[in-house]
């Protein structure tokens, strides 16, 4: 498809047909009901788990869908993609289901589960470039030199339709579902989806509406809705490593602006808490990009009406970052805290400071002690201490019993 040439939105019959062909890879995702969500917002709410999808990521339906129509003398030449994740995944795994040589370009410093996941799945990985825009354009580079199929990640019509077969899946385990709610990144999937499940539910007789949620620190679809171009904008530092990509899919984009009713962002502290919900309560392991849906329901961003489906999109997550990001969601929903108190320095203050916290029913997890802090007087320590609560109302009934204990204690900034 030319650049210039219109964007003409595929039929359900094509998305029917990418339906079929990407089954032979991919699964159909079980939904599963979430109480804790259905109870928060006022209506039931359903998650879509993409990221119990082989390769953890919806990414290998528009892989599999894309790849799979190469003809032979192109499939000899071999695939080539960039990615620091999920499509590199989608790619290796549908290229070595095909017969086909992959070749994937990742950056330097990628996870390193997803870049043995990639290799373990039969491509060879190059890493190369120290952002994802230097790494594209070496993927492109080698393809040219090779003459080698280019797999883009979202910006191709073959792949929106095979990452719209999510819609009909939705539509088929949902029926009666009023809102969807989906990750942006590129676009891909929020295109597809959002095309797919409409022409669905247009058939049954009825109107869906479909909600595209961004990381506020990679959102380049919220001015380019706004102006109706394409807008790239520089990205800024996000856990959302999955979603963050600073220029809009031209093909995406043209779906999006018809189909997609609103998008909405969210921030890295309200991605974490939705992580450590999706972890509590329902038992999802999902990246911080697959979390984002469940993050725009839980902090209000939108106040969706009658049932709701939030795709997970995926789960592919570093165990050290899970372990920063639970960390930081913890602290987010003030759930752990680090408190500051003063103490003149002498026997028993300590014993004092613990039973205050015991019978605020606080439960301390590190303790630092120290009399060399900055600002001290020369008869004073500073004592630090990570203490576990419930939440905002039992964080600050911790903090009133030090105070009532007659202690100078403060909430540390986190």
Known sequence: MSKTAPVVAPTLAEFEAAHENVSQVAIQTPVLHSNYLSE?????????????????????????????????????????????????????????????????????????????????????????????????????????KKGAIFIPPYDHMDVVLGQGTV???????????????????????????????????????????????????????????????LTELTITRTIADGIAVGKPGRIPFELIKQHVDKVVTVSDDEIAKAIVVLMERAKQVVEPAGAVAVAALMSGAIKPRGKTVAVLSGGNIDPLLMQKVIGHGLAASERYTTISVMLPDRPGQLVKTAEAIAAAHGNVVEVLHTRHGKGLEISEVELRMSVETTGHEHRQRVLKALHDAGLKARIEAE
């Open 40 to 144: 928060l917002i006022g209506h039931d709410v359903e998650l879509k788990c993409e990221n119990l999808q082989r390769t953890g990521a919806y990414k290998i339906r528009g892989a599999f869908n894309i790849i799979s129509k190469l003809s032979l003398a192109e499939r000899k030449k071999g695939v080539v993609a960039a990615s620091a994740g999920n499509h590199a995944q989608g790619v290796a795994l549908a290229a070595r289901n095909l017969g086909i040589k992959a070749t994937i370009f990742m950056p330097v410093g990628a996870s390193l589960p997803k870049l043995q996941a990639t290799e373990n799945y039969g491509a060879q990985v190059v890493l190369t470039g120290s952002i994802f825009s230097e790494t594209l354009k070496a993927a492109q580079a080698h393809a040219a």
């Open 167 to 229: 819609g009909l899946e939705i539509l088929d385990q949902v029926p009666d579902v009023n809102t969807i709610v989906v990750a942006i990144g590129g676009g891909g999937l929020a295109a597809g989806l959002a095309v797919s499940a409409k022409l669905k539910a247009a058939q049954q007789g009825r109107k869906i509406k479909v909600i595209g949620v961004q990381s506020e620190h990679a959102a380049p679809y919220v001015p380019s809705l706004k102006t109706g171009k």
